[in-house]
């Protein structure tokens, strides 16, 4: 299963009411939307579907999948409310825990000369978690501190 398509149907089992709901938020019957999800006959699903479906499920599942396609990662940034710098030095602190951490699984994996499935799966969520986290910093620091523009 491509990453795309298989972001349609977790998006579609996210759904409060699963694939039906899906079907009837998007105003087409339930086999319309299994034929596009599938790609039956050339149906497909367009960006802008995609994009709805993923509101209505309240995931990132296609954002992240089109990331995916395109050699990247997703990242979604927080939504900033009351925050001030005291918080981003706090997330600054967590940010080096976050790197240290991924130093000490990195020493580990690497110590025989061989990173196994279960070590690289391991240093890939410590190397999201932690570009995530230089994100949300950078993301907050412009939100407090940057003037918007007129």
């Not at 039906?20 to 790609?39: D, F, K, P, W």
């Not at 995916?68 to 997703?74: I, N, T, V």
């Not at 600054?92 to 790197?99: D, Q, R, T, V």
Request: proline share 1%; glycine share 8%.
């Amino acid at each position: 299963m491509d990453s795309i398509r298989g972001s349609y149907q977790m998006m579609c089992c996210a759904t409060n009411g699963g694939w039906s709901a899906m079907a009837a938020s998007q105003g087409i019957s339930l086999t319309a939307l299994q034929n596009r999800v599938y790609g039956r006959k050339g149906q497909e699903i367009t960006v802008s579907r995609a994009m709805a479906m993923q509101a209505i499920s309240g995931t990132t599942y296609f954002a992240e999948a089109v990331a995916h396609e395109s050699g990247g990662l997703f990242i979604k940034l927080p939504t900033v409310g009351d925050l001030s710098a005291e918080d981003i030095q706090e997330q600054f602190i967590e940010m080096l825990e976050k790197a240290g951490e991924f130093a000490a699984e990195w020493r580990r994996a690497t110590a025989d000369d061989e990173v196994c499935k279960r070590e690289k799966r391991q240093l890939g969520h410590l190397a999201t978690d932690l570009c995530q986290q230089v994100q949300e910093i950078l993301h907050t620091t412009f939100t407090i501190f940057c003037k918007q523009d007129a």
